[in-house]
């Protein structure tokens, strides 16, 4: 797994280790192009099919796969319990946590934690508000789940601060799944 920060104009990639995570690794910066352009959307699948791409140069898989928005947007103390709780889950190879600028507000260690059992893809952009702030997805707490498979968009699951629980007894690996 690894971790995939875009900084329009430079990304920063991190392999995740094997063992416990120490607060003392090093992040290695590599340079990348940003996006130019912003074609018009039309629904949340362009949208989002869009936004990886363009951001992330990804693409949205064909096996089944659930993106985790947690944007800079709403309850920014809600939103960085979130990421510490998908941090001290188990770990989950079909998950993609895509986040805003609160990940700066974990400790190396958790933001190593949470790129060891997710993949973790982070906008920082350095314009506020982000890329990721801006998509206009379902969300009116502006977080949510997005399900893919098949290379399309099959469900979006908006959560906020009292039913995230629930919804992340959706994701694969947990114990209460559905």
Avoid at 79 to 86: P, Y
Avoid at 115 to 125: H, N, R, S, W
Avoid at 148 to 168: L, M, S, W, Y
Wanted: overall charge neutral; proline content about 8%.
């Amino acid at each position: 797994m690894k971790l995939i920060c875009v900084l329009l104009g430079a990304t920063w990639l991190v392999s995740s280790c094997q063992s416990e995570p120490s607060a003392s690794e090093e992040v290695e910066i590599v340079a990348a192009a940003p996006a130019t352009t912003q074609p018009a959307v039309t629904d949340v699948q362009t949208t989002f099919q869009t936004y990886l791409y363009s951001g992330f140069q990804q693409t949205i898989p064909e096996t089944e796969h659930w993106y985790v928005v947690i944007p800079s947007l709403g309850c920014i103390g809600c939103n960085i319990e979130e990421l510490k709780v998908l941090a001290k889950g188990p770990q989950r190879p079909q998950v993609t946590v895509l986040a805003a600028h609160l990940l700066l507000k974990l400790s190396a260690l958790e933001r190593k934690r949470l790129a060891q059992v997710t993949q973790l893809l982070a906008d920082t952009t350095l314009a506020a508000p982000t890329r990721l702030d801006q998509l206009p997805l379902p969300f009116p707490a502006y977080t949510g789940l997005i399900r893919t498979r098949a290379g399309r968009v099959q469900e979006c699951i908006p959560f906020n601060k009292e039913d995230f629980p629930a919804a992340f007894a959706r994701l694969p690996g947990s114990i209460a799944r559905k």
